[in-house]
């Protein structure tokens, strides 16, 4: 297979304004006759199910929550990017485009990313418009904050709770098209399978998760926003309800995947304190700003942190990188927490974890300012640890956050399948190796609220669809396939329990496809995960039927994917033989302890499609081609 990125030609400035061009359009009548699947309604979901709605598409959108307000975009806390230069600090939207792409280790397509930062001030105005309460200046223009990977100020903000109130924005958006009856939102079920007639994605088989009755939703196409799969690890910082299954299945119809093993570690998370959790929480980046990253001198110091002079202080980041000091991207912040730690230098109980410090931030700006601008944050970290962070430093380490990898989609964001489109963090296109902090909202709402109008509508405008009848044989061999799967699970009666087989995949995949990854570990990796899936389909198992609310059903259905997935992304790092941005293998480093990427045999999105259960899935290549920012060894120092 060739992979065609469709990226118009020509100056990179014009290029989106000359693709909007080019694509065809529907006219308002003709709109009414055309329907839409979105599944998810988080930004990037709930942006487009809005949008699509608004211009006037019948919509049907999914999601398996009880309400759109609890999809996880809400605990995005630390701001949104854009390139509006309000601080007049040399900001612009080049520079956007230039941090984004060198934040990404250059494993990002240059097209997608340039619009990316174009967009951005429309999404702000956006915002705006819908009422989202930014942060303002004294004077009442919108604030802004830096976050890691840049040396300017571009990230607007909602104090530490930005995503929650963009999501509110979109929810308004969406719930006035419901009220109009352009969208129909259909709650607490999932997407279980894709249908594909004749070539072409038009429609899903779902599950009411309170009645367990299967349906059939037919469409022109079909939109997945539904996410990463940072839950294949077990313990990340995603809501546990975060699944991959919409993207995994579209996978096992013909849709690439594309860069698994770019998975990201997020450098402030509240550590690990016992075998009971089952998730990890998130203390956002914004908190680098104004907070001091340290770890004793002296190793397995049992000293209080108060009690630790200032010159047996080791400000690590600030001394390795005196340029972005504690505002290095989220990657090598990462690897640099976990070097210390494991050479003793840890803090805490399990010695897995550094000091956040806000003592002198608090003396420069008074505790006041300091609670205006984190203190939710602050808060929420008291009620977990029992810790007060305005007078003993914050614990944190590295946990898994983010999922740069994805389905695979071209410039319109059209995935493999025609007529299936992929948005937010279920694609892959726009962070590369690593995403800088901040551009996950931008992202989302750059694809859902400005991106994919014009791209469906060119869809929609240049192509036939006879009508499908739930009769056809396609749709019947999808849902034939979904109760096979279900009535194989309920049929296992095991002894072990779905969440005791997924703690174990999750440690094996951050073991050997974590923070580092060799490929002999890789290899173990992949045979372990083998050896558990085997047994999870012999000894799992699922209590209940499959026609009532069964929330161990969901789950066993969402670990079965996992286990194909982390096999996946162990097979990706494997072949990967270089380290770029979050994806780091020990062969591959610098004298120093960077990332080493090897731009003549590496520079190319993987792009893997699936041939079957016992079949080794298929690479495709496509090539990346850098004409305005020129890899180099990323330096932050």
Not at 298 to 314: F, G, L, Q
Request: with cysteine; hydrophobic share 35%.
């Amino acid at each position: 297979m060739t992979l065609d990125a469709r990226i118009p030609s020509g100056p990179i400035e014009e290029a989106w304004a000359k693709a909007c061009f080019d694509m065809k359009l529907v006219n308002p009548a003709n709109k009414r006759k055309h329907s839409l699947i979105v599944v998810g309604s988080g930004l990037a979901g709930g942006a487009a199910a809005a949008s699509l709605g608004e211009l006037g598409y019948k919509v049907k959108c999914f999601c398996f929550q009880d309400s759109p307000r609890r999809a996880h975009s809400i605990a995005a806390q630390g701001g949104i990017n854009a390139a509006k230069n309000y601080p007049n600090d040399g900001e612009s939207v080049f520079r956007l485009f230039y941090d984004t792409v060198k934040g990404g280790d250059f494993r990002a397509r240059e097209g997608n990313v340039y619009r990316l930062a174009q967009i951005s001030t429309r999404i702000i105005d956006q915002c705006v418009a819908q009422g989202v309460p930014f942060a303002r200046e004294y004077g009442g223009s919108l604030a802004n904050r830096s976050f890691g990977g840049a040396q300017v100020s571009r990230t607007f903000y909602a104090r530490g709770q930005t995503g929650q109130q963009l999501l509110l924005g979109a929810y308004q958006a969406l719930e006035r098209q419901v009220h109009a009856g352009s969208v129909t939102m259909i709650p607490r079920t999932e997407m279980l399978d894709l249908i594909v007639v004749n070539g072409k994605a038009r429609g899903i088989v779902a599950r009411n998760l309170v009645t367990g009755e299967m349906s059939v939703h037919i469409a022109d196409a079909v939109i997945l926003a539904t996410g990463g799969y940072g839950n294949v690890y077990y313990l990340s910082t995603n809501a546990k309800g975060c699944n991959a299954t919409a993207i995994w299945r579209a996978y096992k119809r013909g849709a690439l995947f594309a860069n698994p093993c770019f998975t990201q570690i997020h450098p402030t998370c509240i550590p690990v304190s016992g075998d009971y959790q089952s998730k990890l929480t998130l203390m956002s980046e914004s908190l680098r700003n104004d907070g001091r990253i340290w770890v004793p001198k002296k190793k397995h110091d049992p000293r209080p942190p108060n009690e630790i002079p200032e010159d047996e202080r080791d400000y690590y980041l600030e001394r390795r990188y005196p340029a972005f000091g504690n505002l290095v991207p989220r990657d090598v912040a990462s690897r640099n927490a976990k070097a210390l730690c494991d050479e003793g230098y840890g803090v805490g109980k399990t010695g897995l974890g550094v000091y956040l410090d806000f003592s002198e931030a608090i003396s420069r700006l008074g505790e006041k300012t300091v609670r205006e601008r984190y203190g939710n944050l602050f808060d929420m970290y008291q009620r977990i640890t029992d810790e007060d962070p305005y007078k003993v430093p914050m614990r944190i380490y590295p946990a898994i956050h983010y999922t740069m990898g994805g389905l695979w989609v071209d410039y319109q964001l059209q995935s493999t399948i025609p007529g299936l489109f992929v948005l937010g963090e279920a694609n892959f296109s726009d962070h590369g190796a690593n995403r800088l902090g901040a551009s996950a909202l931008m992202q989302g709402l750059c694809d859902g609220y400005f991106v994919i109008p014009n791209t469906v509508s060119n869809y929609l405008a240049t192509n036939t669809f006879a009508k499908v009848e739930e009769s056809q044989p396609e749709v019947q061999g999808a849902v034939a396939s979904v109760k096979q799967k279900i009535d194989k699970l309920l049929s296992i009666k095991g002894k072990r329990t779905v969440d005791s087989f997924h703690r174990e995949l999750g440690k094996i995949t951050w073991d050997y496809c974590g923070m580092a990854r060799t490929a002999e570990g890789l290899q173990t990796a992949i045979g372990k995960i083998r050896a558990l899936r085997e047994e999870y389909w012999k000894d799992v198992t699922v209590a209940g039927t499959s026609d009532d609310l069964n929330e161990s059903l969901e789950k066993a259905g969402r670990v079965a994917d996992y286990f194909e997935l982390a096999e996946l992304m162990c097979i990706d790092a494997r072949d990967r033989n270089e380290s770029c941005g979050g994806h780091f293998r020990e062969e591959y480093q610098t004298p120093d302890g960077e990332a080493q990427r090897d731009d003549e045999h590496f520079s190319y999105v993987a792009a893997w499609g699936y041939r079957g259960d016992n079949a080794a899935p298929e690479l495709t290549k496509e090539p990346l081609e850098f004409q305005y920012v020129h890899p180099s060894q990323r330096s932050y120092k």
